[in-house]
C-alpha cells in the first residue's frame, strides 16, 4: 500500500484532535480586572470649554471582549458621555476625549466598564470624581 494512504488515518486523527480547543466556562472574576486612570485624575477640577482627556491602562488574566467609558452628572444622573471599543485582549489603553460644556458647578462620574470575554453581561466597573466649574 502506498505509504501516503497507509497514513492518512493518522493524519486526519492528528488533525481532529488539533482543532479542537477546550471551552473556558470559568466564571468571570471582575475583581481581578484593572483599571489605572492616568487621566483624569481623582479630584480634577475641569473648566466649561476644557477638554477632557480619558487615558485608562486597562488589563484582565484573560481576554476582555471590550471597553467602555460613561461621563455622568451625579447631581441629575444625566449621562453626558458615552463611548466604547471592542478589545479581544487582556490588555488595552483607552483613550478618549470629551469637551466640557456644562453651564453649572457639579461632580462628575467618569466611569470605566469592562466586559469580559467568559461574562459580558455584568461588566467590571472602575470610576474617578472630578468637578466642573463654569
Known amino acids: 500500500m502506498n505509504l501516503r494512504y497507509k497514513n492518512w488515518p493518522v493524519f486526519a486523527i492528528l488533525l481532529f484532535a488539533m482543532s479542537c480547543q477546550k471551552k473556558d466556562n470559568s466564571p468571570a472574576d471582575a475583581s ?3 483599571v489605572v486612570f492616568a487621566s483624569p485624575v481623582e479630584a480634577q477640577t475641569v473648566h466649561k470649554g476644557d477638554t477632557v482627556n480619558i487615558l485608562a491602562d486597562v488589563s484582565y488574566y484573560a ?3 471590550g ?3 460613561e461621563i455622568t452628572d451625579t447631581a441629575t444622573g444625566n449621562q453626558l458621555y458615552e463611548d466604547n471599543a471592542d478589545t479581544h485582549s487582556d490588555h488595552f489603553t483607552f483613550q478618549r ?3 466640557d460644556g456644562l ?3 457639579t461632580m462628575l462620574q467618569v466611569k470605566i466598564l469592562v466586559f469580559m470575554t467568559n461574562n459580558t453581561t455584568v461588566p467590571a ?3 474617578i470624581y472630578i468637578k466642573s466649574l463654569p
Open 103 to 105: 453651564n453649572d458647578s
Open 63 to 65: 481576554e476582555m471582549s
Open 97 to 99: 476625549q470629551w469637551i
Open 67 to 69: 471597553i467602555a467609558v
Open 125 to 127: 466597573e472602575r470610576s
Open 32 to 34: 481581578k480586572v484593572t
